[in-house]
């Protein structure tokens, strides 16, 4: 592997060793892997035994020295489930390494790959931070920016697109985005960066026509998006709402000179994104329309709004402890209209999203079978969550 089976242990969890990673498994999905290399290599990677099963039955285990272990795993202290059978894991005696789930994802990628489930498993790079972020500036001169492009195996004549990533509190969003972008659901050319402190990916997808369903014309990529969400919480045995703290916002195609208004309006996006369900993690410019004006509304004005006041009290609540998903709840329900569909997209029975909602009426006065106040409820939810992502940092580019 030309150096590329680096000890994670012995390094810092940085974004140079991220990129050393993917780098790793990329250069595994451009040599044809087979099961036993994969997984040789990944234990070598993670320093740990590591282990994997395919869906057609084919599997493999090695310790981290390259020798082939027999018999069950031992201590499993990560796992990724391939559909619809097998899965991919570390056995690590201690606790998790910096870089383990990162691995795991990469790693299950790749597996992907050999079991022929990958739809364009080489389209994705990490790419380097300083291009990306000429690409989205404002400020640069063309030329500079159409060479950026290139280097960055852009199309300068093609339309792309820019995603925004928001991670957990704490995590690094370029890598948040590199794990959730890298699963293949999101097919083109994709380039992820770093910057400032979020995730941009940059999407191109060659003869694209408009006309996809959605806002200027359409967005499957929200879509998309969301399924990779729901995907990752099915490998890991989690349903209903969790989205495990990412927020996606989704821009407009634009010409690539004009990469900078898509990542405006990606940012924009983000701020109506909240860490709860996937359908609610991912927001798409697009699919707002003239919703997407609320954001120019300056967040205390917003607070102050009666209605407002209601829903963030109950959010508070919820944050303290004492609510239970009223608020996502009532999302679901303005979105889908009914009771049974919003009980659906939260596994839960539809009894008890009815109590939810009837805690929302009694709590905000609202009748939501009334639609004049079930989109009173809609533009609260969504005021809310702009008042509470005010702080989403202005970014490199912007």
């Known amino acids: ?4 089976l680096l000890r994670l242990s012995a390094l810092d969890a940085d974004a140079a060793t991220a990129v050393r990673v993917i780098a790793h498994f990329e250069a595994l999905l451009g040599s044809g892997p087979d099961p036993v290399a994969l997984t040789r290599s990944t234990a070598g990677l993670a320093g740990c035994a590591a282990g994997l099963e395919l869906p057609d039955g084919r599997s493999a285990r090695f310790g981290p020295d390259g020798t082939a272990l027999a018999g069950t795993p031992g201590r499993v202290s990560g796992r990724v489930a391939l559909e619809p059978s097998g899965a991919v894991w570390l056995e690590r005696g201690g606790e998790q390494g910096p870089f383990d789930e990162l691995v795991l994802e990469w790693m299950a990628i790749t597996a992907r790959v ?23 500036s404002g400020r640069e001169d063309a030329s500079d920016r159409v060479r950026a492009l290139r280097l960055l195996g852009l199309a300068p004549e093609e339309e792309l697109r820019v995603v925004a ?52 014309g359409g967005n499957g990529a929200a879509a998309e998006l969301r399924e990779a969400l729901r995907a990752r919480d099915r490998e890991r045995g989690v349903s209903g709402r969790p989205a495990h703290g ?31 369900t996937p359908q609610d993690a991912v927001a798409d410019h697009g699919e707002l329309g003239p919703v997407a004006l609320l954001a120019d509304i300056p967040a205390d004005r917003l607070r102050a709004q009666d ?45 008890s999203v009815a109590a939810r909602l009837a805690r929302v009426e009694k709590e ?15 533009l609260a939810l969504y005021a809310v969550r702009l008042a509470g992502n005010e702080g989403d940092p202005e970014d490199a580019g912007g």
């Open 165 to 216: 990533v928001a991670g957990r509190p704490g995590a690094d969003a370029g890598l948040e985005a590199v794990a959730l972008l890298g699963r293949g659901t999101l097919w083109g050319t994709v380039r992820v960066a770093r910057v400032g402190a979020l995730g941009a990916a940059l999407v191109q997808r060659t003869g694209e026509a408009r006309g996809e369903g959605g806002g200027e």
């Open 114 to 136: 050999l079991a022929g489930r990958s739809r364009q498993p080489q389209a994705l790079r990490a790419a380097d931070p300083a291009l990306v972020e000429l690409v989205l």
């Open 246 to 276: 990412i927020r996606v916002g989704v821009g407009g195609r634009t010409e690539p000179l004009d990469a900078r208004t898509s990542w405006a309006q990606a940012r924009a996006a983000l701020r109506f994104a909240v860490a709860d």
């Open 1 to 4: 592997m030309k150096g590329l």
């Open 307 to 351: 209605d407002v006041k209601r829903l963030a009290k109950l959010a508070s609540g919820e944050r303290a402890g004492q609510g239970d998903g009223l608020l996502a709840a009532l999302a679901a329900f303005c979105r889908t209209g009914t009771l049974r569909q919003a009980a659906a997209e939260l596994h839960l029975h539809h009894s």
């Open 364 to 378: 905000s006065g609202w009748s939501l079978r009334d639609p004049q106040d079930r989109l009173r409820a809609q």
